[in-house]
Every structure is written in C-alpha cells, then in structure tokens.
C-alpha cells in the first residue's frame, strides 16, 4: 500500500496544469469540476492511508517527538514499560499559556517559593534550568489556587520512582559500562558523548566520552543554579528534578556527575535550579 501511494503521487506534474492519472485538476484546493472534486478525494484517502502505517510503525518503533505549548519539540524513546524524553525542558510557558517568570538576578531567584526558569550562568546559548516550584507548577503564593501543568499534553514530570524503575531497566538490560547485570553503573550510557569534564576513574562518565550514550538518553552536563542563586557544575554534572519533595523545604533530584560511574539519588533545596525531563502518562 506505501509503495502504491507514492506512486500514485508521483503520477502529479506541478507545472501550472496539474496531471493526475489522466484527469486535469485545475484547482486542487478548491475543484470547480466533478473529476477534480474525484481525484482531490482519491488523493487525499491515499495521503490518509499513508498516514495510518506511519502512525502505528513510530507507536512500535517507540520512539518519536512530542511538542510543548511553546512549540519546542523533544524527542522521545521507550525504556521497558516506560517513554522519557531524551532533551531537556525548554518551555517558559505552563501548559494552559501562563507565563514562567525568567529571573536572572541571585538575589531574587535565592528569595523565590513560586516557579521560575533561567540559562546556565545567564548565558541564552546555555540549557533551560527550573526550581522545583516551577515544575510543580506553584506559579502564586495562594494555597487555594490550583496548581499550573508543566509537562505537554499526556506527559508528566517523573517521579523519584519512575527514576528508579528506568535505572532498574537499564541495569537488567545490559546498559552498566561493564555489562554485568548488578550494582549501578549506567552512568555513561545515559551521558552525552561531548561536554564533560574528562576523568581517568574506570567507568566513570567522563572516562572515554565516546563510548558514552548507548541508551539514547543523552544527558548533558548543563549545571545548577544554587539554592544562593549562583551557578556551577557545569560540565561536572547533569541534574534532573523529580516531582516528589522530601521535605517542606527540599525535593528529590537524579544526577550524573563526570567522576563517576552511577546515576545517583539525593535531595536538595526547592530553590535550586536543575534540569528537566518528561515521561508519557
């Protein structure tokens, strides 16, 4: 069926007078005729069915792209039961079009309890990082009101044991450095291949960074902006929010760090910024 639709297609010469198995359509988006109002409904039902294999192939495939309210688009890929997106947030908008403040100056963002995003060191060419009450969507100081959507459509931030099932996942599937099949040390098979800093520890991430990424998850070490409101780490770790707090005051966060070889678990200040990623409901 794909091959006999696109050489169906092929059958249409665009040079002012469009010719279609025979049949002269003067106006393909609006026919004036009844064989052009005809071969405009074939064509379309071909440009449908094509549609429909591809739709179910990327669905097997596991993986493909999902876009954000402000149109960034993220590739996304399957692990076990679960689909993570494998770039990082980039929105500074909630999901219902209210506004994600940008704060770059320390002081402010040290004194923030409502969500805010910034770049790395204030350089636009540097990812996105959030606080936590960004990705919780706590965009007002009132209890009462309800909270934003930070994740698109059909996905979601992860939560500390969404974390821990993927690093499950990759440890039983072959993805330690040293192929075995316990202990953690996935880290670099989640790690970027460029951007760390370089360390001669066996295993460690940023130990012969091309041998990183085998698992597609492609984390990159942005850094953190502090809890104090300055920045660092970058090029030493790769930090990502869950959706769970730990405290009143702290949440839980997973990270890569360049000197070693795990993906490691901790918790830390509300106010810090860290890096995001998504996981389809």
């Known amino acids: 069926m794909l091959f006999t639709a696109l050489n169906y297609a092929q059958g249409i010469e665009l040079n002012g007078t469009i010719s279609a198995q025979g049949n002269q359509i003067k106006n393909l988006q609006d ?17 449908s069915e094509l549609q429909s294999q591809i739709s179910p192939l990327q669905a097997t495939s596991g993986s493909g792209t999902v876009t954000d309210i402000d149109g960034n688009s993220y590739t996304y890929l399957t692990y076990g039961n679960q689909v993570w997106t494998v770039e990082n947030a980039e929105m500074v908008t909630y999901r219902d079009g209210t506004g994600i403040p940008q704060v770059t100056e320390a002081t402010a963002w040290a004194a923030l309890t ?12 540097k990812g996105k990082l959030y606080n936590w009450y960004a990705v919780m969507g706590i965009h007002d100081n009132v209890e009462s009101t309800p909270n934003k959507e930070f994740a698109p459509e ?49 295993g460690a991430v940023g130990n012969d960074q091309s041998l990183n990424n085998s698992s597609g998850f492609n984390a990159f070490p942005e850094g953190s902006r502090y809890s104090s409101g300055s920045f660092g780490d970058g090029g030493y770790n790769a930090v990502f929010w869950s959706s769970n707090e730990s405290s009143a005051n702290n949440a839980w966060y997973s990270d890569l760090t360049n000197e070693e070889s795990n993906l490691s678990s901790d918790d830390y200040f509300k106010q810090d910024g860290f890096s995001v990623r998504f996981v389809r409901d």
């Open 31 to 47: 026919p004036t005729e009844a064989q052009d109002a005809v071969t405009l409904s074939v064509l379309l039902e071909k440009i």
């Open 114 to 125: 409502t969500g805010a995003w910034c770049y790395y060191s204030n350089n636009e060419t």
């Open 154 to 202: 059909g996905w979601h931030v992860p939560s500390n044991s969404e974390w821990t099932a993927l690093e499950n996942h990759l440890i039983a599937n072959g993805y330690n450095y040293d192929q075995s099949a316990t202990e953690n040390k996935i880290g670099k098979a989640m790690a970027s291949t460029t951007g760390w800093y370089s360390s001669t520890n066996t």
